[in-house]
């Protein structure tokens, strides 16, 4: 799943594996500490093995809850989702814009 944050340090972003997730909430590992009340954006790939029919993407807001520094590059975060939507897959590209004029 791919993570980003913001916090009082910025705006970041990390491509990461989730330990655990449930309809409340998500625990993963991230390289760097980040603060308790921070807000996250996640984007997770539902697999086959769940969906039972194609991979979905669910895009999730969230907040940090906890964390616990498990190694100097390793951080773990509990995030509680607050709300998500699915994402679909764009069936045509954009339309192109039009050069009519009036």
């Given at each position: 799943m ?17 330990e655990?997730?449930?309809?409340r ?8 500490a ?6 996250v ?11 039972l ?12 809850r ?37």
């Amino acid at each position: 799943m791919t993570v980003r944050w913001t916090n009082q340090s910025g705006i970041g972003e990390a491509r990461v594996e989730s330990e655990d997730i449930t309809s409340r909430g998500v625990y993963f590992f991230l390289p760097i500490a980040i603060e308790k009340g921070s807000s996250v954006e996640l984007v997770i790939v539902m697999p086959h093995e769940i969906t039972l029919a194609e991979p979905i993407r669910v895009r999730c807001q969230g907040r940090v809850r906890r964390t616990e520094i498990e190694d100097m590059d390793r951080v773990g975060v509990v995030a509680e989702i607050e709300r998500y939507e699915f994402l679909r897959e764009r069936e045509n590209p954009r339309p192109k814009a039009s050069n009519s004029r009036r």
